[in-house]
Nanobody, 130 residues
Framework: QLRVVESGGGLVQPGGSLRLSCAAS????????IGWFRQAPGKEREGVSC????????LYPDSVKGRFTISRDNAKNTVYLQMNSLKPEDTGNYYC???????????????????????WGKGTLVTVSS
């Protein structure tokens, strides 16, 4: 079965860290552009960290810049999202998605509707609260 599966979410105190994983099964993530998206209750989905497949570009919105880092481990067929200095406003469901590798990070992060993305996970919940 071709899919991506997120893991690593949970409850963390403000200022804490989490590392999310996006693992692919049935295909290789190596050539795909990858986006991490989040959706908080009552808010629209937003791209929070993206990486281009062919050009390796990365994009972080100002809300997470300097705190979040997206990275690949091709040997493990996994993409990670390292989240540091977490804030309550980072709470939400986090999804990873894989799209055509020629798309740069900026394009992937804008595809919040999902159209044009090849694979979309079911999400992992991150709650930042004391």
């Amino acid at each position: 079965q071709l899919r991506v599966v997120e893991s690593g979410g949970g409850l963390v105190q403000p200022g804490g860290s989490l590392r999310l994983s996006c693992a692919a099964s049935g295909f290789s993530l190596n050539s795909y552009s990858i986006g991490w998206f989040r959706q908080a209750p009552g808010k629209e989905r937003e791209g929070v960290s993206c990486i281009g497949g062919s050009d390796g570009s990365t994009l972080y919105p100002d809300s997470v810049k300097g705190r979040f880092t997206i990275s690949r481990d091709n040997a493990k067929n996994t993409v990670y999202l390292q989240m540091n200095s977490l804030k309550p406003e980072d709470t939400g469901n986090y999804y990873c998605a894989a799209g055509p590798g020629q798309l740069p990070a900026q394009t992937i992060c804008s595809m919040t509707h999902g159209y044009g993305l090849d694979y979309w996970g079911k999400g992992t919940l991150v709650t930042v609260s004391s």
